[in-house]
């Protein structure tokens, strides 16, 4: 905890601050302001026990309590002497033994103490302002630290002999690898392209979904290059506090010019660049503003022959701002995708280079199996394996490992919990109903496992994958999606006739294909051939979708879903036998795989040869 010391200082400011506050509060209601008639006529009658004198101000208590004009009695009170006032005070507070203590008028304090003091509660006001904003800017993703200032940023130094990111650790990219080869050459000989004459881009983006690999592509560009590498997240940059974002935009490009030539990535460029214009984000809206044109304006210093190349990353390249990618900027943007079957073999050789492997592992199978699976989940699945060879106490990675860390990365890890056996049994039934749909719609990705092991948040698992990679989808395709993701509930409706909770993220997933089938894959006559809704990009710049538009594709989407639905239903009425069957496996066995899930169900697989 960065604050720790930070708070814990704060806090006592305030505590005192509050406890000075009540403290004076109750002191002026006990000790009343009393005339100096009337404190002068005290001391005459030999009732004051001592003062203490600054200048003319006397505080001083009573021997015996008084009736307070206002209420209550008194011992303590103040007064203040004029100072025109000719009396024998000294002589008369002697005459009747009051105890007498002065303090000087000018206080021996320094000056610095004095300023201090005056500034104290404005300080305490401004420590509990920055206190409040970094607390809030921490919730939204910030790192907490003095001030709102941190160190400047350090590149990541590049030790020589130190093992560094290079090309060789990115596989299933090679396109990608390619376009930012001349970078790289550029980076290793900027005086060769100086003195040609040749500008090089300035920003490069990487666009592309999460975990696909962006930022070791950006690190291996600085190993291959052999230069700096300066890396800064866009959601460190925005603060509470304005003008913090901007400035460590400054230092950041200072500190990288100082070493150029260099690299700066950038990540999660959208936080700061989405398009302007749109309805104003929460919170912090003119930072980012403020940031984004400091990031601009550092871009279109460089004179290009500096040396430092910025390059972004973002999963959202669609809702940026076009000031971002004008020429002179992120003018060259390359997508990143998830890799193929052959980039997901490699990427699995990688992520498997330092792991002792026995004899049975097959890495072209995982990488079949595996379609859609980014870089990142599939180095998780080779570090799952090589925990699980460890808990095991082999000596190798068999290829069971890898399975068991594949199931564990696709359907999330097993969860002890005791279910009711009500429970166990609709949850069997509402597995078997998404499972047996899968597996009688024709061209439907196979049944690979069906579990009702809780696991993650769920109660039980029906997991599904393509043969083959897919990239576009027909729309009987769509349809047994959504069939498929209704079995579950459908089987319910069919067995107990009731509706559970269980089918929320079911319903989620049914609402997204659906949406897509109507509002933007042309799938509905009534909609039409257009892409009814907006995308991010648009609704940024005030598009929207008209409202009799909106009604229709609800109204379609509906349709779609009602039809898939009943259909749903009917085929379980029709496939009872098949259904109770599977049920009745999986309450079993807890877990049936893709061979006896058929086998169980007597439906046989439409086997396609994908091997090749
Ligand atoms: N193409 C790849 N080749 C090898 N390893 C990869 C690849 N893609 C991802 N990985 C592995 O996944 C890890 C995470 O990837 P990385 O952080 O670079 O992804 P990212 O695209 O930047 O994700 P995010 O958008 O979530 O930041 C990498 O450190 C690497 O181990
Ligand atoms: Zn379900």
Known sequence: MRGGWWRLILTALIVYLIANLVLSYFDQANEPTISYTEFSKQVNDGNVAKIYAKGDSIQGQLKKERKNPGGGTYTKFNT???????????SNLTKHNVTVTAQPVVQHRSFLANLLISLAP???IVALWIFVARRMSAGLGGAGGMLGRKAPPKPVEL???EKRTTFADV????????????VVDFLKNPDAYRRMGAKMPRGVLLAGPPGTGKTLLARAVAGEAGVPFFSASASEFIEMIVGVGASRVRELFAEARKVAPSIIFIDEIDTIGRARGGGASMGGHDEREQTLNQILTEMDGFSGSEGVIVIAATNRADILDPALTRPGRFDRVVQVSPPDRGGREAILEIHTRDIPLAENVDLA???????????ADLANVANEAALLAVKRQQQAVTQSDLSD???KVQLGAERPLVMPEEERRRTAYHESGHALLGMLQPGADPVRKITIVPRGRALGVTLSTPDADKYAYTEEYLRGRIIGALGGMAAEHVVYDVVTTGSESDLEQVTNIARGMVSRWGMSEEVGRLSALPNDAQQAYGLAAAPQTLDVIDAEMRRIVDECYEEACRKLRDHRGQLDA????LLANETLEEADAYRVAGITRLTKDTDA
């Open 80 to 90: 203040e002497r004029p100072s025109f006032a000719n009396d024998s005070l000294w």
């Open 122 to 124: 404005m300080l305490v």
């Open 159 to 161: 030790v020589p002999g």
């Open 171 to 182: 596989a299933g990219i090679d396109e990608v690898e390619g376009e930012l080869n001349d």
């Open 365 to 375: 199978h995982v990488a079949r199996t595996t379609p859609g699976m980014t870089g």
């Open 405 to 407: 860390a594949l199931e």
């Open 582 to 585: 599977l049920a009745q496996a």
